[in-house]
Every structure is written in structure tokens, then in C-alpha cells.
């Protein structure tokens, strides 16, 4: 029998929230009535079994992405897959990098599907899945850290950009990370895509064996973690001014990289105060530290 996910509203009557295990999704979408009920209820429909899919797989999908070939079987799997394989070459990284991204896209995927819609989100923890038409656009509130909500910046997302997608990584985060960033925000063609570079990325802000960077291996923390013994980040103390930049230059070489190839669309990384932004045209340099109680609540926050 298919386990029911949680299925609510959040007190403003038009986000719908869904919740199953470790999946948390707040989903919006603007058009008719009529519409939106069809796109709701395919998020709820495509939302119940889709955590058991990726259980069932759970094995292959913590193993080191292989880049030549893909063995998973199911969507949601191998997009994970194909997300994380242009990295998989050069660094450790399994499928698990994109799983909230790629949770984010199939279900926008189902509501796009049902019904036509003027535009339309899926925030699976801060990586965020958007469908906007022409003439809309999103803005985007950037925190600087994971685990508060201190506002970056803001990102202006419109309809003929090419970025669809969002993620964060950092150390602070949800997720493990080889890296010392606060937050890594990355704006992509898809939120995949996004999730699989923001992991790429923050792993390479760092000072490899700097005295006040405490790590431990990830399966300490969390004996199931995909990472296994592999260190991880746990806590950043005092950097020198100099020591932060040369650990954000590290971090935005590897973004320019990225960007130059295509892989992503713009980057912002945060560490101790400190920001550095990639390919950055469309971020609001006058939202910079605005108090995020100032920003409109109908902002997504990244």
C-alpha cells in the first residue's frame, strides 16, 4: 500500500504544502480557478508514492554518480543522474546532489501538465522548481545563511531568462558539505541542475586544513549519509579578511567554470560576511541586506 503524504494549506489559503519523510514542498501557482484546482490536485497526486520510488532505489542513488552510464529506472532517479554526471568525472558526487531539485521539477512537471498556468513554483527546502509565461517574472529573495533568515540579495527571475531553476548549499545547510561557504545560491536552467552545481560549488569554497575549520567524517553524523567516511564540514571559526578571499576566489573559479560551460546561470557565494556574486545581471544590488520583513510575502525565498 502507498504511504499518504501530509497534505495541507499554509495559513494564507494559497500555498499549498506537502510533506512526506524527508520531502517538504511549499507549491504555488497563479491562474484560474478552475486551473489551479487541476494543477493542485496533480501535485498531490504525482507527490503520493514518489518518496518509495526514490527508496526503491536508495542503494544505487548514494553510490558515486558513474558518468558513462546510468543503471536507475525511474524519472525523478535518472534526472538526478543526469544532473550530477557533468560533475562525476572530476569529483565525488552521487545522485543524491539533485534529489530536492528534482523532486521540485516533477511535480511542477505534473501541475504544468494538467493545466495551463501563468506561473507556478515548487520550493522543496529552498531548491525551487519555477514556470512563469510571458510577461511574468519572480523575485527572488536570497538568504545568506541556510539555518537564518538573513537576507543576500534578491534575484529578479523573468520569462525570457533562461534560468528555471534555484539551490543553496553551504555548510550550514540541510545537506553535508567538503566546503566552508554560509551559502552558495545558484540559478540554473533547472532546479537539478541548480542543486547538483550549488553542491559543486560550495564544496569548493575552502581552506583545506586550516586549524579552524572543524570536519568530521559524514557517516558520523548520519551512519546512512551517502558521503560515508568522507569529512565533512561542522563548524568555521575566525578567518582573517585574506584567508576569506582566497577561499571565495577558490569557489568562484569554479563557478566561472561552470558558467562558462553552460552549466549554470549565475552564482552568489557567501562566507563570514563576505559575498561574491558569477554572472549576476539580474541580481537587485539595492535589496543588498535589506531586512527580509521589508521584502513582499509573496517572495520565495532561496
Given at each position: 500500500?502507498?504511504?499518504?503524504?501530509?497534505?495541507?494549506?499554509?495559513?494564507?489559503?494559497?500555498?499549498?504544502?506537502?510533506?512526506?519523510?524527508?520531502?517538504?514542498?511549499?507549491?504555488?501557482?497563479?491562474?484560474?480557478?478552475?486551473?489551479?484546482?487541476?494543477?493542485?490536485?496533480?501535485?498531490?497526486?504525482?507527490?503520493?508514492?514518489?518518496?518509495?520510488?526514490?527508496?526503491?532505489?536508495?542503494?544505487?542513488?548514494?553510490?558515486?554518480?558513474?558518468?558513462?552510464?546510468?543503471?536507475?529506472?525511474?524519472?525523478?532517479?535518472?534526472?538526478?543522474?543526469?544532473?550530477?554526471?557533468?560533475?562525476?568525472?572530476?569529483h565525488f558526487v552521487t545522485p543524491m546532489a539533485a534529489v530536492a531539485g528534482s523532486v521540485?521539477?516533477?511535480?511542477?512537471?505534473?501541475?504544468?501538465?494538467?493545466?495551463?498556468?501563468?506561473?507556478?513554483?515548487?520550493?522543496?527546502?529552498?531548491?525551487?522548481?519555477?514556470?512563469?509565461?510571458?510577461?511574468?517574472?519572480?523575485?527572488?529573495?536570497?538568504?545568506?545563511?541556510?539555518?537564518?533568515?538573513?537576507?543576500?540579495?534578491?534575484?529578479?527571475?523573468?520569462?525570457?531568462?533562461?534560468?528555471?531553476?534555484?539551490?543553496?548549499?553551504?555548510?550550514?545547510g540541510r545537506s553535508f558539505s567538503f566546503g566552508i561557504a554560509d551559502a552558495v545560491t545558484?540559478?540554473?536552467?533547472?532546479?537539478?541542475?541548480?542543486?547538483?552545481?550549488?553542491?559543486?560549488?560550495?564544496?569548493?569554497?575552502?581552506?583545506?586544513?586550516?586549524?579552524?575549520v572543524i570536519r568530521c567524517p559524514a557517516n558520523e553524523l548520519q551512519p546512512d549519509s551517502?558521503?560515508?567516511?568522507?569529512?565533512?564540514?561542522?563548524?568555521?571559526?575566525?578567518?582573517?579578511?585574506?584567508?576569506?578571499?582566497?577561499?571565495?576566489?577558490?569557489?568562484?573559479?569554479?563557478?566561472?567554470?561552470?558558467?562558462?560551460?553552460?552549466?549554470?546561470?549565475?552564482?552568489?557565494?557567501?562566507?563570514?560576511?563576505?559575498?561574491?556574486?558569477?554572472?549576476?545581471?539580474?541580481?537587485?544590488?539595492?535589496?543588498?541586506?535589506?531586512?527580509?520583513?521589508?521584502?513582499?510575502?509573496?517572495?520565495?525565498?532561496?
Amino acid at each position: 500500500m502507498t504511504r499518504q503524504p501530509q497534505v495541507g494549506w499554509l495559513k494564507d489559503g494559497k500555498r499549498l504544502h506537502l510533506q512526506d519523510g524527508p520531502i517538504d514542498l511549499i507549491v504555488e501557482a497563479d491562474g484560474s480557478r478552475a486551473n489551479l484546482r487541476a494543477a493542485y490536485a496533480a501535485a498531490i497526486g504525482r507527490f503520493t508514492g514518489l518518496l518509495d520510488e526514490l527508496c526503491d532505489e536508495l542503494a544505487l542513488l548514494r553510490t558515486a554518480a558513474d558518468p558513462k552510464r546510468c543503471a536507475l529506472r525511474g524519472i525523478v532517479a535518472r534526472r538526478m543522474h543526469a544532473a550530477v554526471k557533468p560533475f562525476a568525472r572530476d569529483h565525488f558526487v552521487t545522485p543524491m546532489a539533485a534529489v530536492a531539485g528534482s523532486v521540485a521539477e516533477e511535480i511542477l512537471a505534473a501541475m504544468v501538465q494538467a493545466a495551463p498556468l501563468r506561473r507556478a513554483y515548487v520550493n522543496n527546502g529552498g531548491d525551487i522548481a519555477l514556470h512563469l509565461t510571458d510577461g511574468e517574472t519572480f523575485t527572488v529573495g536570497l538568504i545568506d545563511r541556510p539555518d537564518t533568515l538573513g537576507l543576500m540579495r534578491t534575484a529578479v527571475i523573468r520569462a525570457g531568462d533562461r534560468a528555471r531553476g534555484i539551490a543553496t548549499s553551504g555548510y550550514r545547510g540541510r545537506s553535508f558539505s567538503f566546503g566552508i561557504a554560509d551559502a552558495v545560491t545558484v540559478l540554473a536552467a533547472t532546479a537539478a541542475q541548480a542543486d547538483a552545481a550549488a553542491t559543486i560549488i560550495a564544496n569548493a569554497v575552502d581552506l583545506p586544513g586550516h586549524p579552524a575549520v572543524i570536519r568530521c567524517p559524514a557517516n558520523e553524523l548520519q551512519p546512512d549519509s551517502d558521503l560515508g567516511s568522507r569529512l565533512v564540514t561542522r563548524d568555521v571559526g575566525f578567518l582573517e579578511k585574506s584567508e576569506i578571499a582566497v577561499a571565495l576566489e577558490a569557489g568562484a573559479a569554479t563557478a566561472r567554470q561552470l558558467l562558462a560551460r553552460g552549466l549554470i546561470e549565475a552564482a552568489v557565494l557567501q562566507l563570514s560576511g563576505e559575498t561574491c556574486a558569477i554572472g549576476a545581471k539580474n541580481l537587485d544590488a539595492n535589496a543588498f541586506r535589506r531586512p527580509l520583513r521589508q521584502l513582499n510575502e509573496s517572495m520565495i525565498q532561496a
